[in-house]
Antibody
Framework: QVQLVESGGGVVQPGRSLRLSCAAS????????MHWVRQAPGKGLEWVAL????????YYTDSVKGRFTISRDQSKNTLSLQMNSLRVEDTAMYYC?????????????????WGQGTLVTVSS | QSVLTQPPSASGTPGQRVTISCSGS????????VYWYQHLPGTAPKLLIY???QRPSGVPDRFSGSKSGTSASLAISGLRSEDEADYYC???????????FGGGTKLTVL
């Protein structure tokens, strides 16, 4: 079955870096775009980044542009999120999700399934 | 402040019909598909409705979606205790070149 498993979360000081991973299985990873979505404690869902199936195009939410980098390793079926210059407000549960829909037009795809998430805490 | 506006809470008794609204603008709901997700705390969010009103296999037909202009709605009929969860609308925003989620609606089954 399709499965996404996030890892790499933890406690980190402001200004430091952290790299999240999402291991994908049960589907042809290279055929699907992938997302990162986060949820801060007590808050709603916030989309973070999208990478196309071939890695050629990436989108980011404004608050992480220049600090976060989404990437993928097709040989390892793994999605990554490199997070630099972390801020207290980046504290959240981070979920990876598969992009389903099959078109090249943003907004015509949907997030399915989602992983269980990995918790990132930025604190001094 | 979310780009998409949802009521923070909704409630109903078992068997009732409830609707959750999602209000946006011409750059998001007005020009793109709306999606709905269900999230129970501590679990992975789940797709409920895609492309405004389509239900994935496995989602009961008690759940339905609609869209008109710059607003969308999720309706849940025959409310059940297991429907108690947080519900989010999501849309691509052309101005932001990114996805936006509503603030979420916490549904309570009384």
């Amino acid at each position: 079955q399709v499965q996404l498993v996030e890892s790499g979360g933890g406690v980190v000081q402001p200004g430091r870096s952290l790299r999240l991973s999402c291991a994908a299985s049960g589907f042809t990873f290279s055929s699907y775009g992938m997302h990162w979505v986060r949820q801060a404690p007590g808050k709603g869902l916030e989309w973070v980044a999208l990478i196309w199936n071939d890695g050629s195009i990436k989108y980011y939410t404004d608050s992480v542009k220049g600090r976060f980098t989404i990437s993928r390793d097709q040989s390892k079926n793994t999605l990554s999120l490199q997070m630099n210059s972390l801020r207290v407000e980046d504290t959240a549960m981070y979920y990876c999700a598969r992009s389903v829909g099959g078109t090249a037009v943003p907004g015509t795809d949907w997030f399915d399934p989602w992983g269980q998430g990995t918790l990132v805490t930025v604190s001094s | 402040q979310s780009v998409l506006t949802q009521p923070p809470s909704a409630s109903g008794t078992p068997g009732q019909r409830v609707t959750i609204s999602c209000s946006g603008s011409s750059s998001n709901i007005g020009s793109n598909y709306v999606y709905w997700y269900q999230h129970l705390p501590g679990t992975a969010p789940k797709l409920l409705i895609y492309r405004n009103n389509q239900r994935p296999s496995g989602v009961p037909d008690r759940f339905s979606g609609s869209k008109s202009g710059t607003s969308a709605s999720l309706a849940i009929s025959g409310l059940r205790s297991e429907d108690e969860a947080d519900y989010y609308c999501a849309v691509w925003d052309d101005s932001l070149s990114g996805w936006v989620f509503g603030g979420g609606t916490k549904l309570t089954v009384l």
